[in-house]
């Protein structure tokens, strides 16, 4: 009888716990709440090139040389990927922010390529 009641509990509390770990925001939610996080994605060379030209020599120069903008060309032995991606997410000073116009997957994309220039 007791036997009985035992594996009762412990069924009911593996229950709970599976029932825990979907419902409880995980701790990568509530990073990205104070703080953008980079999202995990595979450096595409080209991608990232496209979408500098497209969106961000008008200030940095079609080499990254500077313009507007600081020059870019060095950037990764200043930054990392992750400081890029929060720059380019949030902007900062003179810099737009890129949150509604480049989807965290392309901004995180850039970040990574940049962040290979030292
Ligand atoms: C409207 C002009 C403009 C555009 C467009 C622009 N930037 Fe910038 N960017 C700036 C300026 C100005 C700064 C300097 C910000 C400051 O005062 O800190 C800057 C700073 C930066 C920095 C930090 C440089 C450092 O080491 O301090 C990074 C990285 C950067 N930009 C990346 C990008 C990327 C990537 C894009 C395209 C997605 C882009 N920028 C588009 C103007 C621009």
Redesign the pocket.
Known sequence: MQKWIMSGLFFAACAFAVILMFTLPGKEQVAEQNNPTLPVVQLDTAKAEA??KA??I???GDQLQGG???S?QN?GS??DAEG?FS??TKG?????S?KDK?APEE?AN??MW?SEKK
Do not use: W
């Not at 900062?92 to 737009?96: A, C, E, F, I, V």
């Open positions: 979408t500098v969106n961000c008008t200030c940095h507007i903008g600081p870019l950037e200043g930054n890029i720059i380019v900062r000073g003179q810099m737009p890129f480049l901004i850039v970040a940049l």
